[in-house]
Each structure stands twice: as structure tokens, then as C-alpha cells.
């Protein structure tokens, strides 16, 4: 397929918006950009890398350097039998001490610069997880004993604003709609699937995913929908095509609002489909039941109170609501509050991932609902990354075309291996949690 032309103002628009996120990650670098440059601190970082990786006891890591133009003998940590064998190639030894001066953060940051390569980062990133799992668990117990005492230092800090959701949320979604209309489905779903067979196609598997929910809320053509975070509108037009009900759906992204509208328009949907562009805080109105599929991510921990009671206070007393969440375990919760890692420094700006615990105990501090059905479909976000990084890979060349170059290709690159990994190694988690309200007395759909 030839690469998509573009007029020069949209392309000069789109590297704006790639740049957002690029510069984002590389300007908040200069504060430890001299320990990155100095050549050494360069020097000093490799050998302690090198000594850390020969502590690997898990899985094995192969190591390629080719560094000032000189190659050397390929080094093989851990395992040498394991099953699960990541390989890499460090170009630039900027590599060694970006990963010393900020973890993830400084990873992702040198596979973007171009500094390590791997043709399989996912591997690589899921070799690290296991041998980072004893560390991970010092650190979480840490910030458990010590939790409360940054809790009160952050609940007096500044709260996110409508308008800084709204730069977040514009930072990632507005990239453009030609951009993720290359590596998602025809459905435009930016959520994962569920597979009911391994031969589902990736289409087919976000329907059954959008079936799932909307089945365990009982929707039907008399039910009034609500739905907080539209997406590119592919829930929204399944429960009206489909089910038959109206729905009112909200998003604070431009780019999603105008496809959306778009969807909607030319499925002959207009009538029952009503297009919001507000923030979940400013919804009015009530609603028999409630969806919200993967955006709790953008809400702040300090804010899961007000975004629970919004739900309540939406949706009438004997209705259903259901969210899916990505989830962090509930050991590495406290931690997570207070740490910034890869994805929210170069991919969601200020996102946060809540944990089970903390949507049930939010839930049950500020509302009269109850948690009634919580179901994890974890390994099908794996595949559904796996899928979207094939996509992406295929049609890259269309992705430059847009005006997106290559540090924003391996940027996107090791985001989609850093999240596939996460979930197959269960580092983060995808459920489908759902609510009831204090005078639901039916049984819960299924």
C-alpha cells in the first residue's frame, strides 16, 4: 500500500502534536542530562549494569555493544537454558546511564534516542520484569509502611484542572485520527479485546468485548446508556445498532469527538446516539446504566471519590454500571501513586493506573453502590497489543508518511512492548468490575 499524502498544513499540525510528547519526555531529561552525557558517568554506568546483570537469575538476556563504531563479544546473562531469552544491542553507552539516572523512564528513553535496539523489546522488558520481581517487592513494602505520609504531602498539592485533563488527554488522543486508524480495527476500539478463539480477528474480538459489558448490564432498547469516554465512538454505536437503547456518550478529545460524530452520522444514528464534549465532572442528567471503558486511567487517585459519585449520582437507583480498569496489583499501589515510569512520563501524560483494592474501597467510601461482578481478561490485552504492534509495523511506512518520524516510531514501538509485557508477565492487569445501585434487587446479568 503507498503511503497516505497529506496537505502540508495537516503534516505540519501532526508533528506538533508528536513533538508534544516527545519533547515532554526529553525536556523533563535535562535535569540529569550532564550525568547522561559525561562520559564518565557513561563509563562508570556500564560497568555496573554489566555487574547487575550477571546477578540475573532469571531467564537469560544476551548483550550485543557496538559502541564508537567497535563491536564486542556478545555477553550472555542468566539462564542459558531458560525458555525465555531476551536480546539487545546497545549503540550508545548514553544507554547504561539513562537506566541508572531514571529506570523506566531512562529505558524507554535510550530504545527512543536510538541508543538500544532489540528486534523482540517485548522479551526484553519481560526478562527484566522477572528478575526486577525481588526488588519490586522491597519497594512496594516500603511505600506501603511510608504511604500515608506522601498521601498528605500530595492531597495538598494542586489537583489536575479541566483544562490540564484536557492538555493530557490532547497530548495522546489528538495525535490523529490517520495515525491510530493504521494499527487499530476497523472499529477504532483503543481498549483491549476479548478473544472468545485464538482465530477471533482483532475486529471481531472488540465487538465480543463491547457484547461482554453491554450484556452484563442487561441493556436494551428501553434503557437510556450513559457512556464516560467515548473513545471513537465504537461502544456507542454497537449498543445503539445492536441493542436498540440511546445513548449519551462524553469525551475531551477533539480528534475523537469529530470520528465519532462522523461514525455515528454515517451508521444513521443521530437519533440515538447524543455526542458530548465534557468533562465526566460537569455530566448532568440520569441514566439507567453507566460504561466507562478504560479511562478511570486518566482520572487521579485523589479524584476516585468524585468519579464514583458521579457515576451514583448519574444512573438511577436500581440501575448497573460497569468500568473496565487497567490495574496495577494492590502491593505495588502506594507505590505507583508516587512514581512515575515510562508510560506516563512519554505516552499519557499525568495518567494513573488504579488498583482493585482502591476502586472498591473508593467505591465503598463514597457511594451507596456495591461491587457485584469483577472479572479479569488480562491475557487478551497481551494479544490485543501483540496485534495493534503487528499493525504498526506493517504499515510504519504509512505512519511516516504522516509525518511521524522515527523517534516517535520507537517510541510507539516500546509502548506497545512495555504494555504487551506488563500483561503477560502480570504486571498490570485488565478487569471488568461491575456496580450496582443501593435498589438494584435483580440478578446481575451474565
Known sequence: MSPVAIPTAAHQELSMRRDRLLDRGRDQFRVRERLVSSRTTRSSARRLIHMLLAKLQNEQLIVHERIDGRWSAPQQYGDRSASLTGVITVHDDRAYAAVLAQGSIGLGRGFIE???SSDDPTTVVRVLIR???????ARNRVRQLTGWGTDRIRSVLPRHTRTRNREDI????????EFFALFLDETMTYSSAVFPDVATSLAAASLHKYDMLLSKLGVSSRDHLLEIGTGWGGLAVRAAETYGCDVTTTTISNQQLSEATKRVTEGGLSSKVTLLNKDWRDLRGTYDRVISIEMIEAVDWRDYDDYFATIERSMVPDGLAAIQAICVPDQRYERAKNTEDFIRRFVFPNGFLPSIGSITKSVSRATRMHVVDVEDVSPHYAETL???HQRFDERVHDVKALGLDDRFCRLWKFYLSYCEAGFRERHCTVVQVVLAGHDWRGAIPR
Not at 490532547?170 to 485520527?177: C, K, M, P
Open 114 to 116: 536510538g541508543w538500544w
Open 131 to 137: 528478575n526486577l520481581e525481588p526488588l519490586d517487592s
Open 170 to 177: 490532547s497530548a495522546h488522543y489528538d495525535i490523529g485520527n
Open 386 to 388: 501483540n496485534r495493534w
